[in-house]
């Protein structure tokens, strides 16, 4: 179910840190969400998540982006990064 591992990163003022691990978990808490297609991810630990293939990274790097912004996590200006490893 959970085929790839993705690294979650932001960017800010040049440097590239870890997308915390309670960052990844309450995105990935369907309620939260409401979008059945990012049932598939699995946090594993600060910057890693596991997903499955009908995981689209687009998609689920604007919607993680969105909501790490509308939650204050991101700090103002930060871009998210994903990349499979």
Known sequence: MFSRRIRV?????????PCALKW???????????AS?????????????????RVPLDGLREAMQDWFCRKGYLPQGARLVLRAI
Do not use: A, Q
């Open 9 to 17: 990163e932001y960017e800010h003022e040049g440097k590239r840190l």
């Open 24 to 34: 990844l978990d309450n995105f990935s808490m369907r309620n939260f969400t409401n």
């Open 37 to 53: 297609i990012f049932d598939d991810t699995l946090p594993v630990g600060d910057g890693l998540l596991e997903i499955g293939e």
